[in-house]
């Protein structure tokens, strides 16, 4: 069964009223959590690219990416789940786990479905959970997986029209 039906949840999934990258986040995380996910994608055998700087590289150790000098550019590691469901991970800091997805991919109950088993994946995995906010809107998650659960559940109202 879906952890989500689309019906309900479609009004979070407006790039309109959302912003069509929302911000996802594993927080309280570690240089360790960030090394779980990257063999998550590796097990998993998730499509995936590294790059710094615009350079595709292979995917280091989490703890070479997270020590790099304050003033480096940010690499990040675009994971495809699906053919048609892009993740982007952004190595901003050691403490926080965090991605971007493109709501305008995210359209309908096949692909709820890939973006729900990626963030249960993740949550299952690390043992916390994987919270979605508006995009630009850290600390109001309006999705995520809840640990206790074992599911991804919503976690705010849908906006008012």
């Known amino acids: 069964m879906a952890d989500l039906l689309w019906e309900d949840v479609k009004c979070l999934f407006d790039p309109d009223v959302m912003g069509s990258l929302p911000d996802v986040r594993v927080p309280n995380a570690s240089v360790e959590d960030w090394q779980a996910v990257l063999d998550l994608v590796a097990e998993k055998g ?3 690219q590294y790059s710094e700087g615009g350079a595709v590289l292979p995917v ?3 703890e070479a990416v997270l020590s790099r000098p ?8 675009r994971v495809w789940p699906s053919v048609d469901v892009l993740a ?7 403490d926080e786990v965090d991605f971007d997805v493109d709501l305008r991919e995210l359209q309908g109950q096949e692909r709820l479905d890939v973006l729900c088993g990626f963030l249960r994946e993740i949550g299952r995995r690390l043992g916390k959970p994987v919270l979605m906010d508006p995009e630009g809107d850290d600390g ?16 705010a109202d849908p906006p008012i029209r």
């Open 46 to 48: 998730w499509k995936c």
């Open 60 to 62: 280091p150790r989490a």
């Open 70 to 77: 304050a003033d480096a550019e940010c690499p990040d590691m």
């Open 88 to 94: 982007i991970f952004r190595f901003h800091a050691d």
């Open 140 to 155: 109001h998650p309006m999705l995520g997986f809840d640990v206790e659960a074992d599911r991804v559940v919503v976690l």
